[in-house]
Each structure stands twice: as C-alpha cells, then as structure tokens.
C-alpha cells in the first residue's frame, strides 16, 4: 500500500477533493466544522484531517510557509489519488480592502519551485472553472478576482516591514504593469506542481495585511474571515463533486 513520505496517509485514506491551508491552526478549525473529522498527520506541523462537508469526502491539510513544502504536501497527495485542490490561504493585498477574498486567475512567479515543475514562464494561469466556483461559493462576500504574485523572500521580495527588501522598485513597477492585487509566497508554485502532476487547483486567499504601512486585520475579525474562508473552499470543492455526479466537469 503507498503511503506519503511527510504526511503518512494512504491510498485509501486520501479523498480526491483537498483544501490546502498555510496554518495548522486553520486544519483545526475545519476539523470542528465537517462531519466525522479525524486528525491524520501532526508531523513536522503539516496537520492533516478527514471529514466530510456535505456528504463529501474531504481533506484539509496544513503546509507552513512557502512555496517548496506547499508543493511537498500537494505531490504527496496527488500521488495517493488527490484529483481537485483548493488553496484557502491569507494574502498580503495590494490594491482591496482588508477582509476580502481573493481569488487568482493567474500568479506571477516569484518563486524557484515552479522550474522544479518544468515551468519557466513568467507567470502560470489558473484554472477559470475554479475560479467561477469559488465566486459563486463566497455568495455575495466581497470578492476580487485577477492576477496575484508568488515570492520566495517575504522580507527581500514583500514587505520591508524590517528593512530588509531589496527589490522593491522594480517588482512593484512589474506588479502594477501586471494589475496584481496581491501577493503570496506559494500561489504560482502550486499552480505549477498541479498542471504538472495532472490535477486540478483553485486558490481563494483572505487579504488579512495590506501592502500598506502594513497593516493587519484584527485578529477577532480575522478569526470570523477565516471560518468564511473555509466554508466558501469546502463549499467550492462539495460543489465540483456534486457536479460531477451528474456527468458535467
């Protein structure tokens, strides 16, 4: 029986449908909102749970920061039988309110994983059906949706929150060519591991620090944003299955 290297489940533990969050805290929060959940994986703090959201199998997994270990726990997962992924991640924004949701249509990169993948590009587009659905499933929230970065280097490439950037004038010249509205560390890697490894990718982000000062949400509100997150990604994934029961992608 194959089993995954970091996250130690198995072919028959894996759903085909998987949402993909940076913080552990975010897989413990999904874990009190589906039904039957179970924790899989606490290793090297990529948490893992299994439940179900509206009758539908579904995974929700935990990968840190950044774009390598991202890509780590979506291989491993494809490679058990994972077929749709959704990233419900946080984004720093560039040009939305604090507390919206972002959904990418295409992601510069920013990031060494990609070329790992054989994508050399300068930026990877993202799938539009997911995109749609994951509009429908934030029903009415604010929503925006268009081109987002993906950077290796938080303080070199992001914020100079510590002095620390370096690239500033020219990747904020490049972004504002490119109209992105924000900025991540693992977007466009995840992107590029999926149209390599034949599997389905979509990401929603909560914009919760503005490029700007920057500044945070405040973290009751962020708590509230975060749940909606979750329940417009597991609601998006539900609704690819169900979909797909009725013969249509």
């Known amino acids: 029986m194959k089993r995954a290297w970091y996250l130690g489940g198995t072919e028959e533990e894996v759903p ?16 009190e909102m589906l039904d039957g959940a179970r924790i899989l994986n606490e290793d090297r703090g990529l948490t893992t749970t299994l439940g179900s959201w509206k009758e539908v199998p579904v995974m929700v997994a935990a990968f840190g920061m950044g774009a390598p270990i991202a890509a780590v726990v979506m291989h491993e997962l494809a490679a058990l039988g994972a077929e749709h992924f959704v990233r419900g991640g946080t984004m720093m924004t560039r040009t939305t309110d604090l507390g919206t949701f972002i959904v990418a249509e295409r992601a510069l990169i920013h ?3 990609s070329a790992t993948y054989g994508v050399t590009a300068p930026a990877v587009d993202i799938e539009p059906r997911f995109a749609q659905r994951l509009v429908a499933a934030a ?28 690239q500033a004038e ?29 599997v389905g990718f979509g990401s929603i982000c909560l914009a919760s620090v503005s490029q700007d000062g920057p500044r945070t949400m405040e973290p009751d509100e962020r708590a509230v944003a975060e749940e909606r997150l979750l329940h417009i990604a597991l609601d998006a994934v539900a609704s690819i299955v169900h979909d797909d029961r009725k013969g249509s992608s």
């Open 16 to 31: 085909q449908r998987v949402i993909l969050v940076g913080d552990r805290g975010r897989v413990l929060r999904a874990a």
């Open 139 to 166: 029903d009415g929230q604010a929503v925006a949706v268009g081109t987002v970065a993906s950077c290796d280097g938080f303080y070199t490439q992001m914020t100079d929150m510590l002095g620390g950037r370096n």
């Open 170 to 198: 020219d990747l904020d010249r490049l972004w504002d060519e490119h109209d992105v509205i924000g900025i991540d560390m693992e977007t466009s890697a995840l992107a590029s591991a999926a149209q390599h490894l034949g």
């Open 111 to 113: 990031e060494g994983t």
